[in-house]
């Protein structure tokens, strides 16, 4: 419950102004709370310039107790294919920062199999010490196994922070993990800090699309867990020098039961599997009018080393495959440079690109919505307007 | 087959609009929809009903109003609603909400498949479908586009979607999916279901019919804190190119120069 310290409150009605929920308001010079409306998100409880907010916890806490006993940072390597998936190095750099700060030490999960090799690599990118876990029932992925023998490591060794990717993989298996470690997950974050004050972990991410962006700390309980989003943070130029312990786990018989089993694994590298983690984006909507018209999205997308993107109503009429789909039922992305063609801007569209860096459109329709986002506007035909863009960087670039 | 659909009410992007002094959401206009994922898993429900009989009942945690979502799925052909509503479940995080979720599952008893929408469109975690089949003691596949159900009636076989393409899994029932907008067209309400729809009551369940422990619902139970929120300011360097179509083109390559991205 929200509670209001009326000897503290001041009637100034910071708290009035900061709820989304219209739960707080001033009444004869003090905070009343609505407590239905209430959503305890705290929001206000951090904005009081009294301190006269506070959000009362009924009964017991199911905290963890003893937070020092908890120490180190878990970075959980993701190998697919043989190779070792960005996010990984990215997210080893970042830990190397968060360690520094915590004077912890960094430590590498590898899971899979036939992987041992990989262990160097992530010492050479920033671990101090690598578990690796090198079993025939890890050759392909299923969540119970990665999931419980992850959650069996965690609690054994007790670390203080495990980040993932938010990966497919990382995504599916790694809220198994927190769950049964009873501990908080924040899912998708572009940013990690260490709270000066009490070395909290502060896991920032985008929610609504990107539209809002929140700052999230898990103050009681450990570890504290997040999955990050690939290609947000930087990798270190790898270290051929660093030393660090390589330490194999064989993990017990009970860990390795599971009850999905993967009939085949098809590599697929069709349109639209690697938007997620895609630098720049060419998204072909409605404008282009009939199939073939496609293909000069996809030749530009092809010049800049990019992917192709698409729009519901491109997808509706069949001219690309679902998987292209950015928007609230599609892909979220946030790439470097994101072209919208013969796009109109639809919210729904809109909340799945908004958060890329530069974004450029070009549509017929000066008043497309489209238009509010962008950073660089082109008014005119695609068919017109990106066989001459297309033209021109290749002459750019000496082709 | 029994199956449990948990659908979410959430905000429809249309209506939201971002107050970027105060870094929240307008809560004035703001609609509620059900979340597009959980179309497509009631639908896929729906569709094994049809095709193999039993019942599909749609669960959600919420606020009072959130009967509504309750109600349209109803429309669209679930045969009954379950409303999982109580101050002390207000501010979960996923770790509380899972909790709650499964408590209900249990007290409904015996369930062959628990399907869920690959995330909600507020939060964007897809951790509660996950974390569901951990507390439930299910096998969980996440991102499913395409779900067969064998001859015996219990083995299924799905498709999941990965970066690199796709797996297909077989597992038996009792089981949790979450699926992608892929995996189906849902269906239109019927004028039928419009009238049961409204005149069905939904059982509203509180804490205390749940038998469940204060402590892991709600703020309490949840491991996670807000500390604060912003709206992310775009670049506000909107540029409208003039001029013929090579001008245009011009002036964008030399901004990308600038950019450093050609
Ligand atoms: C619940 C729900 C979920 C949805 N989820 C998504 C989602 O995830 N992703 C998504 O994209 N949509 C989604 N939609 C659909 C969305 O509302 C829009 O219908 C869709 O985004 C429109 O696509 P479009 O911009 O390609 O087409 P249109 O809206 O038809 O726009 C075409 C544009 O092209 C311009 N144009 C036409 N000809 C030319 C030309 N020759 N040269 C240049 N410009 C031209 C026009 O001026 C127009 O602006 C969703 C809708 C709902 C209700
Ligand atoms: N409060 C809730 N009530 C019912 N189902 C929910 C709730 N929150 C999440 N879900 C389900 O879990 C899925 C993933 O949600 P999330 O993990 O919040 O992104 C949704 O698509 C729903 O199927």
Same mark, same amino acid.
């Given at each position: 419950m929200l509670k209001v310290d009326t000897e503290k409150c001041?009637?100034? !009605?910071e708290c009035e102004e900061s709820c989304t929920f219209e739960a707080i308001f001033v009444k004869d010079g003090k905070a009343v709370v609505d407590q239905d409306a209430?959503?305890?998100?705290g929001i206000c409880v951090n904005g009081c310039p009294e301190g006269a907010l506070e959000l009362q916890v009924e009964e017991g806490l199911y905290a963890t107790t003893d937070l020092s006993s908890w120490k180190g940072i878990w970075v959980i390597a993701e190998c697919r294919g043989g190779i070792l998936a960005s996010v990984t190095l990215e997210l080893l750099a970042k830990a190397r920062e968060l360690a520094g700060e915590l004077e912890a030490e960094v430590t590498a999960v590898l899971m899979g199999r036939?992987?041992?090799?990989k262990a160097q690599e992530l010492i050479f990118h920033g671990a101090d010490r690598v578990l690796v876990v090198d079993h025939?029932?890890?050759a392909t992925f299923t969540d119970e196994v990665y999931g419980n023998i992850l959650a069996d490591l965690a609690k054994r060794e007790r670390p203080e922070i495990i980040l993932a990717g938010a990966t497919a993989m990382g995504r599916s298996y790694i809220p198994r993990v927190a769950t049964i470690l009873e501990t908080g997950l924040t899912a998708d974050c572009t940013g990690l800090d260490i709270r000066a004050e009490d070395k909290a972990l502060l896991q920032t991410r985008p929610a609504f699309g990107g539209n809002l962006m929140a700052t999230i700390v898990?103050?009681?309980?450990?570890?504290q867990m997040a999955t990050v989003r690939p290609h947000v943070m930087k990798a270190d130029i790898?270290?051929?020098g660093r030393k660090g312990e390589v330490i194999r786990i064989v993990p017990r018989? /009970?860990?390795?039961?599971?009850?999905?089993?993967?009939l085949k694994s098809v590599n697929e590298q069709t349109e639209g599997s690697n938007l997620g983690e895609a630098d720049i984006i060419v998204t072909a909507g409605r404008?282009?009018?009939?199939?073939? /018209?496609v293909d000069l999205a996809k030749e530009l997308a092809h010049l800049l080393g990019g992917a192709v993107g698409s729009t519901r109503a491109a997808v509706d009429a069949g001219w690309?495959?679902?998987?292209?789909q950015i928007g609230q039922t599609g892909v979220t992305v946030s790439p470097k440079l994101y072209i919208a063609c !013969?796009?109109?801007?639809?919210i729904q569209h809109i909340v799945g690109m908004q958060g890329s860096e530069i974004i450029v459109a070009i549509n017929k329709?000066?008043?497309?919505?489209?238009f509010d986002v962008t950073t660089y506007g082109l008014v005119g035909d695609v068919k017109e307007i990106l066989p001459l863009l297309t033209k021109r960087i290749q002459k750019e670039r000496g082709l | 087959m029994n199956i449990v659909v948990c659908i979410k009410q959430v905000p429809d992007a249309k209506s939201v609009r971002y107050d970027t002094e105060k870094?929240?959401?307008?809560?004035?206009g703001l609609e509620a929809i059900i979340n597009p994922f959980d179309f497509h898993a009631l639908e896929a429900g729906l569709q094994l009903k049809d095709a193999y009989g039993g019942e599909v009942t749609v669960l959600s945690m919420g606020p009072p109003q959130a009967e509504n979502a309750l109600k349209e799925a109803l429309s669209l052909g679930a045969d009954k609603g379950i409303l999982l509503s109580d101050?002390?479940?207000?501010?979960?995080d996923t770790l509380a909400t899972t909790y709650t979720l499964a408590k209900a599952i249990e007290k409904l008893g015996p369930v062959d498949l628990v399907l869920c929408g690959?995330?909600?469109?507020?939060?964007?975690?897809?951790?509660v479908g996950p974390g569901l089949a951990v507390r439930l003691g299910l096998p969980c596949v996440t991102c499913v586009n395409e779900l067969n159900l064998m001859d015996d009636g219990k083995t299924m076989q799905v498709r999941r979607v990965n970066e690199d393409g796709y797996d297909i899994l077989e597992l038996e029932m009792p089981a949790l999916l979450t699926v992608l907008a892929s995996i189906n067209t849902p269906r239109l309400p019927s004028l039928k279901g419009k009238m049961r729809a409204r005149k069905a009551e939904i059982p509203i369940w509180n804490a205390l019919e749940l038998g469940a422990k204060p402590f892991m619902v709600g703020l309490a139970g949840s491991a996670t804190q807000v500390v604060s929120t912003w709206v992310p300011t775009f670049d506000a360097r909107r540029e409208m190119f003039g001029g013929s179509a090579e001008e245009q083109v011009d002036a964008l390559v030399s901004r990308l120069k600038v950019a450093g991205i050609l």
């Amino acid at each position: 419950m929200l509670k209001v310290d009326t000897e503290k409150c001041t009637g100034c !009605g910071e708290c009035e102004e900061s709820c989304t929920f219209e739960a707080i308001f001033v009444k004869d010079g003090k905070a009343v709370v609505d407590q239905d409306a209430c959503t305890m998100c705290g929001i206000c409880v951090n904005g009081c310039p009294e301190g006269a907010l506070e959000l009362q916890v009924e009964e017991g806490l199911y905290a963890t107790t003893d937070l020092s006993s908890w120490k180190g940072i878990w970075v959980i390597a993701e190998c697919r294919g043989g190779i070792l998936a960005s996010v990984t190095l990215e997210l080893l750099a970042k830990a190397r920062e968060l360690a520094g700060e915590l004077e912890a030490e960094v430590t590498a999960v590898l899971m899979g199999r036939g992987i041992e090799s990989k262990a160097q690599e992530l010492i050479f990118h920033g671990a101090d010490r690598v578990l690796v876990v090198d079993h025939q029932e890890l050759a392909t992925f299923t969540d119970e196994v990665y999931g419980n023998i992850l959650a069996d490591l965690a609690k054994r060794e007790r670390p203080e922070i495990i980040l993932a990717g938010a990966t497919a993989m990382g995504r599916s298996y790694i809220p198994r993990v927190a769950t049964i470690l009873e501990t908080g997950l924040t899912a998708d974050c572009t940013g990690l800090d260490i709270r000066a004050e009490d070395k909290a972990l502060l896991q920032t991410r985008p929610a609504f699309g990107g539209n809002l962006m929140a700052t999230i700390v898990c103050p009681e309980h450990r570890p504290q867990m997040a999955t990050v989003r690939p290609h947000v943070m930087k990798a270190d130029i790898p270290d051929p020098g660093r030393k660090g312990e390589v330490i194999r786990i064989v993990p017990r018989e /009970n860990l390795l039961e599971h009850r999905v089993q993967v009939l085949k694994s098809v590599n697929e590298q069709t349109e639209g599997s690697n938007l997620g983690e895609a630098d720049i984006i060419v998204t072909a909507g409605r404008g282009f009018e009939q199939k073939e /018209n496609v293909d000069l999205a996809k030749e530009l997308a092809h010049l800049l080393g990019g992917a192709v993107g698409s729009t519901r109503a491109a997808v509706d009429a069949g001219w690309l495959s679902s998987r292209t789909q950015i928007g609230q039922t599609g892909v979220t992305v946030s790439p470097k440079l994101y072209i919208a063609c !013969g796009v109109s801007g639809a919210i729904q569209h809109i909340v799945g690109m908004q958060g890329s860096e530069i974004i450029v459109a070009i549509n017929k329709d000066a008043e497309a919505p489209i238009f509010d986002v962008t950073t660089y506007g082109l008014v005119g035909d695609v068919k017109e307007i990106l066989p001459l863009l297309t033209k021109r960087i290749q002459k750019e670039r000496g082709l | 087959m029994n199956i449990v659909v948990c659908i979410k009410q959430v905000p429809d992007a249309k209506s939201v609009r971002y107050d970027t002094e105060k870094g929240t959401l307008v809560r004035e206009g703001l609609e509620a929809i059900i979340n597009p994922f959980d179309f497509h898993a009631l639908e896929a429900g729906l569709q094994l009903k049809d095709a193999y009989g039993g019942e599909v009942t749609v669960l959600s945690m919420g606020p009072p109003q959130a009967e509504n979502a309750l109600k349209e799925a109803l429309s669209l052909g679930a045969d009954k609603g379950i409303l999982l509503s109580d101050r002390a479940f207000a501010g979960a995080d996923t770790l509380a909400t899972t909790y709650t979720l499964a408590k209900a599952i249990e007290k409904l008893g015996p369930v062959d498949l628990v399907l869920c929408g690959k995330q909600a469109i507020d939060g964007d975690t897809a951790q509660v479908g996950p974390g569901l089949a951990v507390r439930l003691g299910l096998p969980c596949v996440t991102c499913v586009n395409e779900l067969n159900l064998m001859d015996d009636g219990k083995t299924m076989q799905v498709r999941r979607v990965n970066e690199d393409g796709y797996d297909i899994l077989e597992l038996e029932m009792p089981a949790l999916l979450t699926v992608l907008a892929s995996i189906n067209t849902p269906r239109l309400p019927s004028l039928k279901g419009k009238m049961r729809a409204r005149k069905a009551e939904i059982p509203i369940w509180n804490a205390l019919e749940l038998g469940a422990k204060p402590f892991m619902v709600g703020l309490a139970g949840s491991a996670t804190q807000v500390v604060s929120t912003w709206v992310p300011t775009f670049d506000a360097r909107r540029e409208m190119f003039g001029g013929s179509a090579e001008e245009q083109v011009d002036a964008l390559v030399s901004r990308l120069k600038v950019a450093g991205i050609l």
